[in-house]
């Protein structure tokens, strides 16, 4: 099989990329260094942005049936304990108004069937030699049981995490350092803990911040902790390394306040940490993505989000770079504007995530005296106010949308494009387009719904002029919304993003954009 697209790594980032790719009729291929398919998570957590881009490939009620979406924390702030539940978020522009609990290694496992059911399967026990940009395409060096080979492909995207054999081979460099703290985490047994209970976490004594989630592997409970490095420097960054003996895991519960005991501890690890961004995300035909491109603490739940949040961004890029337009050559067309899109639009919002986790991680684990004694001493004394700042819904679901990257824009993209004349009171080219319930001429439905296929959807309001029947292709399925007044049209991306948008028929703004993004336009006008 010809091969368009080379995904290194088969984690999240890589699946999703592969996934999304295929999607929008790439052919792919992806390999992993590592043989087996289990590993333990060290991702926990999904947003609603993340469930929502991954809506159109098909794979998001398969997750929400592996995953807790009704998490109950119980926030023990000295002798203070605050319960709350992260479901039913103020968030009306989403279907996912709630924050989703859910293994990495299960997402792994309902990406990977979901390729295998399209007839890719993961190539494991591949691991990258070398790769390089040939100008008009790329080579990659393979090895495995069945020898070494060569590739020769459009593309080559690098998912294979904080030391990316394709950032190296691509001569990328890296801006960042690493954290002084480490992560903690382990699966026991323990006892002491109430039946039933959600998940826990802990400010205890000298600043210490501990959580405990009723979803580990191998046993009933994932701890997570945060302390000063240990100075063992075995094992990759973000990765787990060495192991933690049980007598330190008490010892850290105990410190923490519970009276919780480790009747029996079925795996542990040392995670090193650190915070940086590849210097591009690109270079010729490499790429790179998630962790082989950005690095962050765990405050917020921002890895495994991340990166996939980049596989969508850039999965369908490269497929309409590989086959270009689908109606042949497009006056107007250039792949590298579409690709290098690609860099700019996620090194910024990554900047931008580096921020909030960074300040994040800084008042919830930096061991210095200032934040540990804000966690020590002045959240216990706050403790009495915590119940009535997490009854303010609006409050609670603001945090979330801007942890969750709901707010993530690119409006100073090439690919974010205002018609003649500008449409007002609609998202902004770059926006995301929020969820709604609208009507195509029968009952009301999910906007994000009608949006779940391939390809790019122009929707016009309910009085404008449709698009010149010279549009019309197999990339792009316009729908007109009934329900919406008006003569406007907006363009929306694969990735559910605005694309382009203006307040009267303009045909050759329109038709410009998708020669932008190497879309042929699309069929007739659903009815």
């Known amino acids: 099989m010809t091969v368009e697209l080379l995904v290194v790594g088969a984690g999240p980032t890589g699946l999703s990329i592969a996934l999304q790719a295929h999607h929008h009729g790439a052919r792919v291929r992806v390999v992993e260094r590592r043989p087996e398919t289990f590993r333990p998570s060290s991702a926990l957590i ?27 924390v119980d926030l023990h702030l000295d002798t203070h304990v605050t319960a709350t539940a992260l479901t039913d978020l103020a968030l009306p522009d989403t279907a996912f108004a709630h924050l989703s609990l859910i ?23 591949t691991e990258l030699l070398a790769a390089e940009d040939r100008g008009k395409s790329a080579r990659a060096v393979l090895r495995s049981s069945h020898g070494v080979e060569t590739l020769r492909c459009p593309f080559v995207v690098g998912c294979d995490g904080p030391d990316s054999v394709v950032r ?31 998940a826990q976490v802990f400010a205890g004594r000298q600043g210490l911040l501990l959580f405990l989630f009723p979803l580990g592997e191998q046993a009933t409970w994932r701890l997570l ?29 105990s410190d923490a306040g519970t009276d919780a005991r480790i009747e029996r501890l079925a795996w542990s690890a040392r ?6 961004i590849a210097r591009r995300f690109r270079r010729g035909r490499l790429f790179v993505a998630g962790d ?34 689908a109606n042949g050559p497009t006056s107007g067309f250039d792949a590298d504007v579409l690709l290098d899109s690609y860099d700019g639009e996620r090194r910024a919002a990554a900047y931008r995530r580096l921020l909030l986790t960074h300040t994040s991680f800084w008042a919830e684990a930096s061991t210095g005296r200032l934040p540990s004694w804000l966690r020590a001493v002045a959240a216990p004394w706050a403790a009495p ?13 603001e945090a979330v949308r801007l942890i969750s990257q709901l707010r993530v824009h690119y409006r100073r993209s090439a690919l974010s494009v205002e018609g003649t004349p500008p449409l007002r009171g609609a998202p902004r080219p770059g926006d995301r387009l929020p969820d709604a319930a609208v009507s195509t001429g029968g009952p009301p439905e999910e906007l994000h719904g009608l949006l779940a296929r391939p390809g790019v959807h122009p929707l016009l309001q309910r009085d404008a002029l449709p698009p010149a029947d010279a549009l019309a292709a197999d990339r792009v399925t316009v729908l007109r919304l009934s329900n ?44």
């Open 46 to 72: 999904l947003h609603p942005r993340t469930l929502e881009v991954l809506r159109p490939p098909g794979v998001t009620d398969a997750l929400l049936e592996l995953a807790n979406t009704a998490p109950r």
């Open 484 to 527: 919406s007044p008006g003569r406007g049209w907006v363009a929306v991306r694969p990735d559910g993003h605005v694309g382009f948008r203006c307040g009267a028929a303009d045909p050759a703004g329109l038709a410009g954009w998708l020669s932008l993004i190497g879309a042929a336009p699309s069929p007739p006008v659903r009815p």
């Open 103 to 125: 293994r990495q290694t299960d997402v792994e496992a309902v990406l990977t069937r979901a390729l295998e059911g399209r007839g890719v399967p993961v190539g494991r026990g």
């Open 385 to 397: 106010v915590v119940p009535a700042l997490l009854g303010r819904r609006r409050l609670v679901a």
């Open 168 to 198: 190296n081979c691509a001569g990328v460099g890296w801006r960042g350092r690493p954290y002084a703290e480490e992560v903690v985490l382990a699966n026991p047994e323990a006892n002491g803990m109430p039946p039933g209970a959600g």
């Open 225 to 253: 902790a945060t302390r000063a490095s240990a100075g063992d420097t075995r094992g990759s960054v973000g990765q787990p390394g060495a192991v933690v003996p049980e007598a330190e895991l008490q010892r850290l519960l």
């Open 271 to 276: 995670v090193p940490l650190r915070c940086g």
């Open 292 to 325: 082989a491109a950005h690095n962050y603490s765990p405050a917020t739940g921002q890895g495994m989000n991340a990166g996939i949040q980049d596989a969508v961004n850039l999965g369908w890029k490269l497929a309409f770079a590989a086959s270009g337009p």
